[in-house]
């Protein structure tokens, strides 16, 4: 599951990228220069303080297996 939920942040990072080349005339270089700060360390994509949504930074809960220990919204005929 965490391997889709990086693919789905990939894919939404290089739309949003491919989006600002093609509406800046940008290059591969600019954009790295967009993205990265002077140490040369990659940053999250923000925009007036608002970071990108990370979908991987989301715990998955496991839920153990009840069998028929469940209620059921059905009542019983008897």
């Known amino acids: 599951m965490d391997r ?12 949003l990228v ?3 080349r093609i509406r800046h005339r940008w290059n591969w270089t600019d954009v790295r220069r967009w993205l990265t700060d002077p140490t040369g360390r ?7 303080g608002i970071t990108l ?7 998955i809960r496991r839920y153990r297996y009840r069998g028929n220990t469940i209620p059921t919204p059905w009542t019983q005929a008897v």
Do not use: E, G, Y
């Open 4 to 15: 889709v939920r990086h693919r789905i942040k990939d894919k939404r990072v290089l739309r």
């Open 18 to 20: 491919n989006w600002q």
């Open 42 to 48: 990659w940053h999250p994509i923000s925009a007036d």
């Open 53 to 59: 949504f990370n979908p991987a930074a989301v715990p």
